[in-house]
């Protein structure tokens, strides 16, 4: 029922008081008000940042009433009587009207009451109807139930900022809040949250709020309304596992659900469906009969809006035309059903868009989102999710693909804006951005085809991301050394407490992926505990320094922090993303998308970015590894031999330009000569089109990305000579780390203190004999460690050995004793944290779910695996870690972060330049080429040079021509800075 309906059904008339000096405020008033009934269930947006004013002026959807509130404060002695008559209508339309008639009418209602009394000064507010808590979370709960989600996550917010802001204040009194006020002002329950957070798309954190829901659930009695929440939060952790990539997670989830409840009813059985089309979408398998599944939610009465918009945006994005065909008919379908079943405006235009698009794309199409562009203000997941179905959808269309890359990019503006924002250095909280992959590389490859260029910013969007936010809370860190706030310091070792009990009640779960969920979870709350630490510390500090700011509405609804503006004042205002880059220097990034990869260059010269569109066949991508497998395997070296072969087998160049290895000769196939000539194509094909920018530097720094990270680049040849002949070559993660790393070196950079160096080699891989039940113990090994055996490294002590004369006050761990307690004893003493170059030459493991370093095997086979994970969490201080084991630059690919490896980790952990190895390199190699660069580092020379030098004389055959094989030198590559000893 309509507003003004519902108000003419109690007998009621606006009660413009005649006795006002002025018409002027029951006029804005009833004009007001008559937008809460007419516009506010339809609005995208509450309040936005205008980009096209020359001001960037502050815009709002309500515009009318802040019209009235200004004029209600110049004419204060008139409003005030009549907005408190006025109020009093409105709270009594609500009381009398039939719940199942309220509606969006009610919602609306509550909206303008908890906006009206907001507007009042607090003497005059009437608290009868307004409340304590100014009916804020009333009016969320409302459109929550209305399936409006914008409004739901605007009321709720901004109540739980009345919330806090009236609790702190009674603290600051010196007061305890009483029961009454607490009941007026309650927290909101976690399955709320949980939908609060997954709107605003941190869908870890939601999947956390559910766990609790279910624990809290399964605490009460079977018959109890909360028990009923079981069921649901089981699905929902499902459903948002799927979403986050996590099979193995989604799949307990679900055996959880099947195993203890029926899907039968609502919301169950649409929520199954969500389910569905979340597995779907991880899997790319198309949901089987959609219209179907519809047909039956739809006649149990059940939701089914937010399932529809998940399946239409899945079925763009897509692209297949059966998919596309049955999207359609089921959307069609459901808008059909929402004529009798009141469906939500909001809900309605994002099915309507969708159903447009999937029947042909047309100009009118995106024209209601291409108008809010130029508008900066936060927006709910869904409809972020929808502007990237529609905009890729009008990429693939000649006439309209401008306007697709529009709409992509203002979508990608608000999501760099929340990654900005975030100050958590969690990879679950990077998992949640990382779910927007596909969208960056998208419009990297759509830019640059359509000539236009994009800062390093956007191409780099998810490149170690938690690296670089751990980089950042550092630098706060440091600034915050001095400053102390006794309250906050007592919550974090409570919150650390907390986190730690944690831990320990997951390895009590059965389910191995929930329970390894568990202790990520543990780990992200101490981050997050962390990050409260920090921003309080913060807060503290800013105000010592007489800067007590509360920033405007766009400042807290983008999350500009106390933390954030203190980071502001170490760095440069007037510095650039690509100023880490000296004049002697360029800098190369890969980004991969479809079809290729997207190259940035920025020169160190002239500061300048260049993208570049490198197209890459999947033939050349074949080449690539074929390359790289050539070099690993010492065919490389020179032969005496006729022609190239991989394992006994030739390697032949067929007419296409692709390679083939085999023992016959393909039709039309020459077998290719040496490696070089491999090496040569791959240079014109990837280095070629941007050499003109990058040629005249000194030092090229490498971001690899997708397969290019197992890529020495310095092996390609350009005419006559490898790479490695012209120019210095290091690696890093992404441009913003390079600059983060530069601040971190200086900061540890010692004073005087002597140049430590801890050594662990030759570990033992000799599993000491055990009792009945220690073996019964061991039958609980992981299945990944129990069936792999290790050789004995004895030329790696012998590495070991050759480093102690370099450094005055070396450690080294050797053989039986090079365990992982000695090194966590180390941690625990702080001692680690002394050491400047730490020294690995051990066997190194890895594999799509971890990587580690294999210490020796005299404490259990469990306890030799030094995994990333307890990497990342050591205290280092060190320079240079040195990674002589196998494979060791090598890791599991995320989204967000790139190669996360054992490299990575360190980093983490607090190191800052890292030697890895990109492949097995022999015993004696590695004992040749580790010492020879270490010596030329302790001369004086940078690590990168030093490392280059290196290389360089091996190549040239000064070690002997057994080590001139790019097998043994090729291998090793430096990720970091160009730091000295």
């Known amino acids: 029922m309509k507003l003004l309906k519902l108000l003419a059904s109690l007998g009621l008339t606006l009660l413009f008081a005649a006795s006002a000096r002025s018409a002027e405020l029951p006029k804005l008033l009833k004009e007001a008000l008559q937008e809460y009934q007419t516009r506010l269930p339809e609005v995208r947006k509450l309040q936005w940042l205008d980009l096209q004013s020359t001001s960037n002026t502050e815009r709002s959807w309500n515009e009318a009433t802040q019209q009235f509130l200004v004029a209600c404060r110049q004419q204060a002695e008139d409003c005030t009587p009549l907005l408190h008559r006025e109020l009093k209508v409105l709270d009594q339309s609500l009381r009398v009207a039939p719940v199942?008639?309220?509606?969006?009418?009610?919602?609306?209602?509550?909206?303008?009451?908890?906006?009206?009394?907001?507007?009042?000064?607090?003497?005059?507010?009437?608290?009868?109807?307004?409340?304590?808590?100014?009916?804020?979370?009333?009016?969320?709960?409302?459109?929550?139930?209305?399936?409006?989600?914008?409004?739901?996550?605007?009321?709720?917010?901004?109540?739980?900022?009345?919330?806090?802001?009236?609790?702190?204040?009674?603290?600051?009194?010196?007061?305890?809040?009483?029961?009454?006020?607490?009941?007026?002002?309650?927290?909101?329950?976690?399955?709320?949250?949980a939908q609060q957070l997954e709107f605003t798309g941190n869908f870890g954190a939601a999947r956390s709020a559910w766990f609790t829901s279910y624990a809290i659930a399964s605490q009460q009695p079977p018959n109890s309304p909360l028990a009923a929440l079981l069921p649901q939060a089981a699905l929902q952790m499902a459903r948002l596992s799927w979403l986050l990539g996590e099979q193995e997670l989604a799949q307990e989830f679900e055996h959880l659900h099947s195993q203890?409840?029926?899907?039968?009813?609502?919301?169950?059985?649409?929520?199954?469906?969500?389910?569905?089309?979340?597995?779907?979408?991880?899997?790319?398998?198309?949901?089987?009969?959609?219209?179907?599944?519809?047909?039956?939610?739809?006649?149990?009465?059940?939701?089914?809006?937010?399932?529809?918009?998940?399946?239409?945006?899945?079925?763009?994005?897509?692209?297949?035309?059966?998919?596309?065909?049955?999207?359609?008919?089921?959307?069609?379908?459901?808008?059909?059903?929402?004529?009798?079943s009141q469906c939500a405006t909001y809900r309605l235009a994002q099915m309507q868009a969708l159903l447009s698009a999937l029947q042909e794309p047309t100009p009118a199409l995106p024209r209601t989102r291409l108008d809010g562009l130029a508008q900066l203000g936060s927006r709910p997941e869904s409809d972020l999710r929808l502007n990237w179905a529609l905009g890729a959808d009008l990429l693939r269309s000649p006439t309209f693909k401008q306007d697709g890359l529009s709409l992509l990019l203002a979508t990608q503006r608000e999501l760099l804006l929340r990654s900005s924002t975030t100050q958590s250095a969690s990879f679950e909280d990077q998992r949640d951005l990382s779910r927007y992959d596909g969208l960056h590389r998208l419009i990297a490859a759509a830019a640059v085809q359509q000539a236009q260029t994009l800062a390093i910013s956007r191409t780099e969007t998810l490149r170690a991301q938690t690296l670089l936010r751990r980089l950042r809370l550092e630098?706060?860190?440091?600034?915050?050394?001095?400053?102390?706030?006794?309250?906050?310091?007592?919550?974090?070792?409570?919150?650390?407490?907390?986190?730690?009990?944690?831990?320990?009640?997951?390895?009590?779960?059965?389910?191995?992926?929930?329970?390894?969920?568990?202790?990520?979870?543990?780990?992200?709350?101490?981050?997050?505990?962390?990050?409260?630490?920090?921003?309080?510390?913060?807060?503290?500090?800013?105000?010592?320094?007489?800067?007590?700011?509360?920033?405007?509405?766009?400042?807290?609804?983008?999350?500009?922090?106390?933390?954030?503006?203190?980071?502001?004042?170490?760095?440069?205002?007037?510095?650039?993303?690509?100023?880490?880059?000296?004049?002697?220097?360029?800098?190369?990034?890969?980004?991969?998308?479809?079809?290729?990869?997207?190259?940035?260059?920025?020169?160190?010269?002239?500061?300048?970015?260049?993208?570049?569109?490198?197209?890459?066949?999947?033939?050349?991508?074949?080449?690539?590894?074929?390359?790289?497998?050539?070099?690993?395997?010492?065919?490389?070296?020179?032969?005496?031999?006729?022609?190239?072969?991989?394992?006994?087998?030739?390697?032949?160049?067929?007419?296409?330009?692709?390679?083939?290895?085999?023992?016959?000769?393909?039709?039309?196939?020459?077998?290719?000569?040496?490696?070089?000539?491999i090496g040569r194509e791959l240079y014109a094909l990837l280095l070629a089109p941007t050499q003109s920018r990058w040629q005249q530097a000194r030092r090229l720094i490498i971001s690899p990305d997708g397969g290019l990270a197992q890529l020495p680049f310095e092996t390609l040849w350009q005419g006559g000579q490898p790479l490695l002949a012209s120019m210095d070559i290091s690696y890093v993660q992404s441009l913003a780390v390079h600059a983060e790393l530069k601040r971190r070196a200086e900061r540890t950079k010692p004073l005087g203190s002597p140049l430590r160096l801890l050594t662990l080699a030759d570990p033992s891989y000799t599993l000491p004999k055990v009792d009945q039940g220690e073996q019964a113990k061991q039958a609980s090994t992981p299945e990944w460690m129990a069936e792999l055996e290790w050789q004995a490294l004895p030329g790696t002590r012998q590495e070991s050995e050759a480093l102690l004369a370099l450094f005055k006050q070396p450690r080294q761990i050797v053989g039986s004793a090079a365990t992982q307690s000695a090194l966590l004893t180390l941690q625990k003493s702080g001692e680690l944290g002394a050491f400047r170059v730490l020294h690995f030459a051990t066997h190194g493991y890895v594999d799509d779910q971890r990587s580690a370093l294999v210490l020796s095997m005299s404490e259990g086979m469990e306890n030799a695996y030094l995994q990333d994970g307890t990497i990342a969490r050591l205290s280092l201080r060190s320079e240079l870690v040195l990674l002589s084991a196998c494979d060791t630059g090598l890791g599991r690919s995320q989204s967000g972060e790139g190669v996360m490896g054992l490299p990575y980790a360190f980093m983490l952990a607090g190191n800052t330049d890292t030697l890895m190895s990109l492949w097995s390199v022999d015993d004696r190699g590695t004992a040749a080429f580790i010492p020879a660069f270490m010596t030329k580092l302790r001369s004086g020379l940078d690590v990168v040079t030093a490392l280059n030098v290196t290389k360089r004389e091996f190549s040239a055959g000064l070690f002997g021509e057994a080590f001139r094989d790019p097998r043994i030198w090729a291998s090793f590559v430096l990720y970091g800075v160009p730091l000295k000893l």
């Open 475 to 677: 630098r706060l860190k440091t600034q915050l050394a001095d400053t102390r706030e006794e309250p906050a310091d007592a919550r974090y070792q409570t919150d650390l407490a907390r986190a730690q009990q944690l831990k320990s009640m997951s390895a009590q779960i059965s389910g191995a992926a929930i329970g390894g969920w568990l202790q990520r979870m543990a780990d992200d709350f101490m981050a997050m505990a962390e990050q409260q630490h920090i921003e309080a510390l913060a807060a503290r500090k800013l105000k010592q320094q007489g800067d007590s700011r509360i920033g405007s509405w766009l400042d807290r609804a983008i999350g500009l922090s106390a933390a954030a503006r203190l980071a502001d004042q170490d760095v440069d205002p007037l510095a650039g993303e690509a100023d880490s880059v000296a004049p002697d220097e360029a800098y190369l990034s890969w980004l991969q998308v479809p079809g290729g990869y997207v190259a940035s260059v920025v020169n160190g010269k002239d500061r300048q970015l260049s993208n570049h569109w490198i197209a890459v066949s999947a033939a050349q991508q074949a080449s690539l590894k074929l390359y790289r497998d050539l070099l690993r395997s010492g065919a490389a070296k020179p032969s005496k031999t006729a022609g190239l072969s991989l394992r006994g087998r030739p390697v032949w160049r067929k007419p296409d330009g692709s390679y083939s290895v085999s023992t016959e000769a393909p039709a039309g196939a020459k077998q290719v000569q040496q490696v070089e000539d």
């Open 260 to 340: 203890q409840f029926k899907t039968n009813g609502c919301p169950e059985l649409a929520l199954a469906w969500r389910v569905e089309i979340a597995r779907s979408n991880a899997t790319g398998q198309w949901p089987a009969r959609p219209a179907d599944k519809l047909a039956a939610i739809i006649q149990g009465s059940c939701g089914f809006t937010q399932a529809m918009v998940e399946l239409g945006a899945d079925a763009l994005l897509l692209n297949g035309s059966a998919h596309r065909s049955e999207a359609a008919a089921a959307m069609g379908q459901a808008l059909r059903a929402c004529k009798s």
């Open 100 to 193: 199942s008639e309220g509606g969006q009418a009610a919602a609306s209602t509550l909206s303008a009451i908890a906006d009206l009394c907001q507007g009042f000064p607090n003497a005059d507010r009437p608290i009868d109807i307004c409340r304590l808590n100014l009916r804020l979370h009333e009016a969320a709960l409302r459109w929550l139930d209305e399936g409006n989600e914008l409004l739901f996550l605007a009321y709720l917010r901004r109540y739980d900022m009345q919330r806090t802001q009236y609790l702190d204040w009674l603290q600051s009194q010196g007061q305890a809040a009483s029961a009454s006020t607490l009941a007026a002002l309650p927290d909101m329950p976690p399955w709320v949250r």
